[in-house]
């Protein structure tokens, strides 16, 4: 199931974001980058596609309808999950955090971004670095 | 100082969510349309987009501003000190700030010693202390087209940092109250914009990283902003630090430091 990825293949990523307009923004600019880009905003099937499907990165809005992205991580990055998810999981928020959800997130995710602090490249040459390693 | 309730931060924790979301999108859209219509339109018409861009960078400034005076006023303001080369933090800030001199045309004239010790700092912090210096240097600036910024080590081994402008200055009966939440300089309050939050924030993070922030300043002839910093070597001695040395923090969040990327 979890096989090691053809380098010849597009990355993946999944956005679970519910604010419309800025799903359009990253999957534009991502797009542009070569990336195959699915966007969904509900958590229920965000965390669904996210077990089902094979992607590269999936980045995790905080505050979705359904499930939060706390949630969501805190499932996906079970330790008990077998095989682990391969996926770099990075966090996209507006909010500030509080130290003890900071610490939880630190733990857990690749990355922690805050989508105000950068524009659609910034945030596709951010990914960029975090996909290689 | 008044202390406020829980009610006070979450208002603002939450206002600062809603005027993030509005901004996230200015800021994609203002990118679209540079990447889109760069060579494509009048310079007139190109200077307006990287006037609208500097405005929508300056908004996300004073929005973390008002974010970070709340966390002051209510003992929130959490620092992680990390080790980090001050020449590459100075350097990547003044850069990053270019747009905003660039639209005024002001030159920003970067001058680092070299023999510059690490420094213990919290990354995000420090630069939103660069860039309230250099935004009021660039506000204060006059007629003026240059801003000097430099680095050094002090008599007493810390490493100094100072922004000098060569604008309007500050009359001696003002600098009291410079430090001071909301004070503008009503003289010049017509010709210069600011929300009169970040001296007094940047104080409170300079002090709050052991440092010292100052001025100098003369009416008419411009102001140099100050501050000290202390070394990572001393640092270590003094107080116990964060452990946390796993994040490659920047303006944008942080990457979990992976193999490839440990400094």
Request: proline share 3%.
């Amino acid at each position: 199931m979890d096989e090691e990825p053809n380098k010849a293949t597009v990355r993946s990523v999944l956005c679970i974001e519910d604010e419309q307009f800025i799903s359009e923004l990253y999957t534009r600019a991502l797009t542009k980058a070569g990336y195959q880009v699915t966007v969904i905003a509900d958590g229920v099937k965000a965390l669904e596609a996210a077990q089902t499907n094979q992607y590269d990165i999936i980045l995790l809005d905080l505050m979705i309808p359904n499930l939060t992205g706390i949630e969501i991580l805190r499932t996906l990055r079970n330790p008990a999950r077998v095989p682990p998810i391969r996926a770099k999981i990075i966090i996209i928020t507006n909010l500030e955090q509080r130290q003890e959800v900071r610490a939880e997130i630190e733990k857990q995710a690749d990355g922690y971004l805050v989508k105000a602090a950068m524009t659609p490249s910034e945030l596709v040459s951010l990914i960029e670095k975090i996909s290689l390693s | 100082m008044y202390s406020q309730d829980d009610q006070a931060i979450s208002f603002v924790a939450l206002s600062v969510h809603e005027l993030r979301t509005p901004l996230t999108l200015l800021r994609g859209y203002i990118e679209v349309f540079e990447e889109e219509l760069s060579g494509k339109v009048d310079p007139e018409l190109k200077d307006f987009m990287d006037k609208m861009n500097a405005q929508a960078e300056q908004l996300m400034a004073y929005v973390n501003n008002i974010l970070n005076v709340a966390r002051i006023d209510n003992d929130q303001l959490e620092l992680r000190l990390q080790e980090e080369s001050w020449s590459t933090v100075l350097k990547s800030a003044v850069v990053a700030l270019g747009l905003q001199a660039k639209v005024r045309g002001i030159s920003l004239h970067c001058q680092i010693a070299n023999d510059l010790p690490s420094v213990g700092i919290d990354r995000l912090s420090i630069n939103e202390v660069i860039n309230n210096l250099v935004d009021n240097a660039i506000k204060y600036s006059g007629s003026s087209k240059i801003i000097k910024i430099e680095a050094h080590r002090s008599g007493d081994g810390l490493v100094e940092t100072t922004v000098q402008d060569f604008g309007l200055g500050i009359s001696t009966s003002l600098l009291p109250n410079l430090f001071t939440k909301f004070y503008r300089d009503h003289h010049n309050r017509a010709q210069v914009g600011g929300n009169g939050l970040g001296l007094y924030l940047s104080k409170a993070i300079v002090s709050a990283h052991g440092g010292n922030l100052w001025v100098r300043s003369k009416e008419g002839e411009g102001s140099t902003f100050g501050f000290t910093l202390i070394p990572y070597d001393q640092l270590t001695k003094q107080a116990k630090l964060d452990g946390n040395t796993e994040m490659v923090r920047s303006a944008h969040g942080w990457i979990k430091n992976h193999s490839l990327y440990r400094r």
